[in-house]
């Protein structure tokens, strides 16, 4: 039974068996409803549904940014959370800039998955704290993975928010510690990445 108070799952998977696969693994944990399965952009269409937290769950052999970025322009009020065979920061990076609220390691438990959907759902940027700590010392060393300079660099507030995140905290708990609101945070953390 659907609640409007879960996070709604759309799947993006190449095949048939593996979009199965993870229908029935997501199907009836807490805090989640399966909305369906695709195999490409045009597929999500008909499960998004207005006014829900959405999260674009991406397993795909190579998630190229391209497509991150066309789903986060299609569906501007879904978040993708992408999965990803290893934390490489270049690839974490590229991702994220594309659009993408999270990258999780096809290695982590299904207690994260699950922890790690409702977070982008609700917009929360989703990255491992030992890549968060990586991309914090490149740019405290003026440095981003890549070799891409910085447009501008990071504020006084967009860098403690970083700070925070390397240290393995969410944005729920950035929040209280700068006195700002989670909006606030996602915020500055748009930016960050955008940066």
Excluded at 100 to 119: F, H, K, M, P, Q
Excluded at 124 to 148: C, H, K, N, S, Y
Aim: net charge neutral; charged share 20%; aromatic share 4%.
């Amino acid at each position: 039974m659907s609640n409007n108070h879960n996070t709604q799952v759309i799947v993006i998977a190449a095949a048939t068996l593996q979009q199965a696969a993870w229908s029935a693994l997501l199907t009836g944990q807490t805090n989640l409803d399966v909305a369906g399965t695709a195999s490409d952009v045009s597929g999500v269409e008909r499960y998004v549904i207005s006014g829900r937290s959405t999260t674009l769950l991406v397993d795909l052999a190579s998630p190229l940014p391209a497509l991150v970025q066309q789903l986060t322009e299609k569906y501007p009020r879904a978040n993708a959370l992408v999965l990803v065979d290893r934390y490489d920061l270049d690839q974490i990076l590229r991702l994220v800039r594309a659009g993408a609220t999270g990258c999780l390691s096809r290695n982590e438990s299904v207690a994260d998955l699950v922890r790690a959907i409702v977070a982008v759902g609700r917009g929360e940027i989703w990255l491992p704290p030992a890549i968060a700590g990586r991309a914090l010392a490149a740019l405290a060393r003026g440095e981003t993975p890549g070799g891409d300079d910085l447009i501008e660099p990071l504020t006084e507030r967009e860098t403690e928010v970083l700070r925070l995140l390397a240290r393995g905290l969410t944005n729920k708990d950035i929040a209280p510690t700068l006195i700002l609101s989670v909006r606030t945070v996602e915020a500055h953390l748009r930016n960050i990445f955008g940066k």
